[in-house]
């Protein structure tokens, strides 16, 4: 048999068997040929790239359309991590962080400066970092950390210390409250030079990392947990529409954060200061993270987005 000929059975075997779903017994029978001659002719079909064959892993078409309708839905670059259901929130927390470490160890540069909120989420993405060498390169705590018992920059210290160690980096803390007990006392604090210096460093980032906070998430969000609001606090926010918080300033559902009354005492950045940073990496786990997540992604504060499956499949709902 010539070889044109031999493809051309050997194509017409492929048709049936993967387009018509036959039998190799059928295909022998209509093309008069035996059982043996139409195995050979697959695999001629194969070798030859007539036939191609890929194989996807379960879910992955999932997260790929996930990534393509949160870009299109929220003008973010969109990474979403596979994440099955049954997955403990600790080990989405993980996968997630591991993620988002990849995605700013890709974007951060030397002889520049990377801002970085603190928080549960961005605590494990500092551990998940793999050393890299980036000389110039400045680290700049975003939020104050210092709760109502006076401690909490210990903490924040640590996570900002073992991110300089990864990237041989120098860091600039920001050591003032989470929260103060009044407006004109921040702005008081504002207009010292040591504060200015450190909000003008701040104002030079390329880069920003920071995570959202929900009152209710499976892993607790370190600001609802550590001693940095009242009860009184709470109900203030609950009042006001409050749903969570990114860089510890309050948002509502709709992504508005100036009608929060707790706002005027907060130190971190707004979205509105945040968005004059070039990339802002904003990074999150967990379901019940998906309503303050919404919230933080209209206010416009991130460029980038890492989020595991489920919650984006949740923010997805939310439209």
């Not at 596979?82 to 993620?99: C, F, G, K, T, Y």
């Not at 890709?106 to 909120?117: E, H, K, N, T, W």
């Not at 073992?162 to 989470?178: C, E, I, N, Y």
């Not at 907060?266 to 990496?281: F, N, Q, T, W, Y």
Request: net charge neutral; hydrophobic share 45%.
């Amino acid at each position: 048999m010539r070889a044109d000929d031999r493809r051309a059975l050997a194509f017409e075997a492929a048709r049936m068997y993967y387009e018509d779903a036959r039998t190799m017994e059928a295909i022998a029978s209509r093309l008069r040929v035996s059982r043996s001659t139409v195995s050979r002719l697959l695999s001629d079909a194969r070798e030859e790239g007539i036939v191609r064959i890929s194989l996807h892993a379960p879910g992955a078409r999932r997260v790929s359309d996930l990534q393509e309708e949160l870009s299109a839905l929220h003008g973010v670059r969109a990474i979403v991590v596979p994440s099955p259901r049954e997955q403990s929130e600790h080990d989405r927390l993980s996968a997630v962080a591991a993620a988002g470490a990849e995605v700013v160890s890709a974007l951060v540069q030397p002889d520049s400066v990377i801002g970085l909120a603190w928080g549960t989420t961005i605590a494990a993405l500092v551990g998940a970092l793999e050393p890299r060498p980036l000389p110039g390169l400045s680290i700049v705590q975003l939020n104050g950390a210092i709760n109502a018992a006076g401690a909490g920059l210990p903490y924040v210290s640590a996570m900002l210390a073992r991110a300089a160690d990864s990237w041989g980096a120098r860091v600039h803390l920001f050591p003032v409250p989470a929260f103060f007990d009044y407006p004109e006392t921040r702005e008081a604090l504002w207009r010292e030079r040591s504060v200015r210096q450190v909000l003008a460093l701040q104002s030079r980032c390329r880069l920003a990392v920071f995570g959202v906070g929900a009152f209710d998430a499976e892993v607790p969000s370190h600001v609802h947990t550590s001693d940095y609001l009242s009860a009184e606090d709470v109900r203030s926010l609950r009042a006001d529409g409050a749903v969570g918080d990114v860089c510890t300033v309050f948002l509502r559902a709709d992504g508005t954060w100036r009608p929060v009354r707790m706002n005027a005492r907060g130190s971190g950045p707004s979205p509105e200061a945040l968005a004059r940073i070039p990339r802002r990496v904003l990074v999150a786990a967990g379901p019940r993270k998906a309503v303050p997540l919404r919230a933080a992604l209209l206010s416009g504060c991130a460029t980038d987005l890492v989020v595991d499956e489920v919650t984006a499949a949740r923010l997805m709902q939310l439209g």
